[in-house]
Nanobody, 127 residues
């Protein structure tokens, strides 16, 4: 399983941005996916996750809830993070990750349970 994140860039506060994570390899619709971010000098933070397609439940960290939306398109083997009303504190490298053994639980943004990681895409929010 490989993941390729893209869509980052330099945007202004209040702008919108969509990150994409294209997966390859043997992807099953019960995999859960997560988005994480890491700002300079800070620990990695779980931003959002989405459960397998039969459930599709989502989770958002308090810092992004109401502004970000995670979605998946299994036909395109892709996961997206729609970022609206971005703020300077959203500046970070964003990573997508796959949890290939989610079982019956809802997705969680605990990095240690994710098995595969993309290379990251930089998002910079600045005026």
């Amino acid at each position: 399983v490989q993941l390729q994140a893209s869509g980052g860039g330099l945007v202004q506060p209040g702008d919108s941005l969509t990150l994409s994570c294209v997966t390859s390899g043997f992807i099953l619709d019960y995999y859960a996916f997560g988005w994480f971010r890491q700002a300079p000098g800070k620990e990695r933070e779980g931003v959002s996750c989405i459960s397998g397609s039969s459930d599709g439940s989502t989770y958002y960290s308090e810092s992004v809830r109401g502004r970000f939306t995670i979605s998946r398109d299994d036909a395109k083997k892709s996961v997206y993070l729609q970022m609206n009303n971005v703020k300077p504190e959203d500046t970070a490298v964003y990573y997508c990750a796959a949890d290939v053994n989610p079982g019956q639980r809802d997705c969680v943004v605990h990095a240690e349970i994710y098995d595969y990681w993309g290379q990251g895409t930089q998002v910079t929010v600045s005026s």
